[in-house]
């Protein structure tokens, strides 16, 4: 670690890591609409009384 | 040359009775685990404590101080036909996978514990009053300063010094957080706020207050030195990590279980890196946890800085010529290995080019993409309770209702896999010998555990059948002696034991 190269990324030595995309064809506008349709899902399945719920969430004795 | 990382995983699931007004989570883990058992098996086969030794400290003494964790006899404990154990432990469920050969391997058999959960949630509900209902999640903490774990075990060599151990995986369980993680609203350390802490990479950080130490359930060692190998303790060591999060994400389960065995058979053939160690291990264990933009440098004890990310890398790099000499045997082999190193170094690359291209596979980038797009749609703080509740619901094991599962993340088993690892073992482990055992003579066999089984063949007194080497009764040792044998009794007189 004393040089600052040596920290580099090193070149992977298989092939070139491909990076995990969301989908190869998606633009930002349709990863919205997908996260706004999740986002409707979860509103209609969170718990309806959240406050309550976390409240009596209690987990004791682990380790 | 290393020994190969036979290796498994632990996991302690969260247990809520709802609409019970004085719920008892010792009595509703019991029920979570007597429904499946009743529900699905022939016949419950028990525990065998005999060879529970869990104050066994691997420096070789018992600090004075140190609490060995008890062992609790009298709790639900069953044996199942996929070689895992599942059981009570404290006030959860707990579902030990089988002992596997590679991280792809235990990933399904991770994926299968979670099946099980399922299905005993699902049996469990039908007994209970209507409005009455048990909840399972798997996740490590309650958002209230109470923890459980997810526990990774792994095989090493016992010739090698504990303190190299030590030395050379502390920087690697530090700086492996950043792809490990399955993330958490706010802090439950002592003195940090919502503000402070909005929102960590990790479930687990908060609660480790020491670097290695025999401990599991207070003042939490970063490295813990249980040594309780159940083998042949001559030869071997089990490794006990206590310091991971429970993942959603398959990929990070098979990435955690894959990359840490290399870099145990890194540090068995004396090729780890030994330049990484942080200054302060707990405080840079709690600091990386907090910097969910992956921009902290933290002082090395060479006098250097380093980020988690530069950290990683410096492993990779020492995988890859490790990896050159000794190839991918110990680790399940070269196909696992080379999926594990391009994998690992992409994941690497994106956390360091496009952390959110993993929102698919990586819960705490999954969360924070999801959670900040709540807060936006209603305009809430992250103090707001209904952010705890969708973290808490994030890891919720009903299929209705969990967040994770919704969320499609990438999967690295599939379904069919998964369903036979529910009652399969694994082919390549004594694992095979236990569930194969127990599937063919549930009325013979007394006892299991992880390193021997008892049977009871009749006029003869019990017979214990010792099973201290991981890698032997495996389906090519004993497979088809098992389907010759139609009783316990004979399969033992053609062991000769």
């Known amino acids: 670690m004393a040089e600052r190269e040596q920290k580099r990324r090193p070149t992977p030595r298989t092939e070139e890591p491909e990076v995990v995309e969301a989908g190869p064809n998606e633009t930002g506008q349709e990863l919205k609409a997908e996260l706004d349709d999740l986002l409707d899902e979860i509103d209609e399945v969170l718990e309806t009384n959240a406050e309550e719920f976390v409240k009596n969430y209690v987990q004791k004795g682990g380790q | ?497």
């Open chain 2, 1 to 497: 040359m290393a020994v190969h990382k036979v290796l498994g995983i632990e996991t302690e699931f969260g247990i809520l009775h709802r609409n019970e007004g004085d719920s008892n989570p010792v009595a509703a883990s019991s029920m979570i685990i007597n429904s499946y058992v009743n529900g699905y098996l022939e016949r419950r086969v028990g525990w065998d404590f005999e060879d529970e030794h869990p104050g066994v400290d691997a420096r070789g003494f018992n600090e004075f101080d140190a609490l060995a964790p008890e062992i609790e006899t009298h709790l639900v404990n069953a044996v199942l036909t996929n070689g895992a154990r599942y059981y009570v432990d404290h006030a959860h469920p707990e579902l030990a996978t089988p002992e596997c050969t590679d991280a792809f391997q235990c990933t399904i058999y991770d994926r299968a514990a979670e099946e099980i959960l399922i299905r005993s949630m699902d049996k469990a509900n039908q007994l209970l009053p209507d409005g009455e209902e048990l909840v399972i999640h798997k996740n490590n903490s309650d958002g209230k300063g109470n923890s459980y774990g997810c526990h990774e075990n792994y095989l090493v060599d016992r010739n090698v010094p504990f303190g190299r151990i030590v030395l050379q995986i502390m920087p690697f369980f530090i700086s492996r957080q950043i792809y490990c993680g399955a993330g958490k609203v706010g802090s439950e350390a002592a003195g940090l706020t919502h503000d402070e802490v909005p929102f960590q990479i990790t479930q687990r950080a908060d609660f480790f207050e020491e670097e290695v130490g025999l401990e599991t359930t207070l003042k939490r060692p970063i490295i813990n030195t249980r040594d309780e190998p159940h083998a042949d303790s001559k030869r071997y060591r089990r490794l006990h990590v206590i310091v991971g999060d429970a993942n959603m994400s398959e990929l990070q389960t098979y990435l955690k279980l894959g990359t840490t065995a290399i870099v145990l058979a890194m540090i068995d053939d004396d090729m780890a890196p030994s330049d990484c160690a942080f200054e302060a291990p707990v405080r840079a264990l709690r600091d990386v946890s907090y910097d969910i933009d992956l921009e902290g440098s933290y002082r090395l004890a060479n006098g250097t800085t380093a980020t988690a990310l530069e950290v990683q890398w410096v492993y990779y790099a020492a995988a890859e010529q490790w990896a050159d000499r000794h190839g991918f045997d110990v680790v399940g082999g070269e196909q696992v290995g080379t999926d594990l190193m391009k994998r690992w170094a992409s994941v690497l690359t994106a956390l360091e080019d496009n952390p959110d291209s993993l929102a698919d596979s990586i819960d705490w980038i999954a969360k924070r993409r999801l959670y900040e797009g709540f807060r936006a749609r209603h305009d809430i703080e992250w103090s707001d309770p209904r952010m705890a509740a969708l973290d808490l619901q994030y890891h919720d094991l009903r299929p209705d209702k969990g967040l994770a599962r919704r969320i499609g993340l990438v999967r690295i088993s599939n379904d069919a896999e998964v369903e036979a690892a529910i009652s399969q073992p694994p082919p390549t482990t004594r694992a095979f010998f236990r569930g194969r055992c127990l599937e063919k003579y549930p009325d013979q066999i007394v006892a299991a555990n992880w390193d021997s089984m008892v049977f009871d063949v009749g006029s003869d007194p019990l017979r214990r059948v010792p099973m201290l080497e991981p890698l032997r009764g495996t389906a090519a040792h004993v497979a088809s002696l098992l389907d010759e044998c139609d009783d316990a009794g004979e399969l033992l007189r053609r062991l000769g034991t």
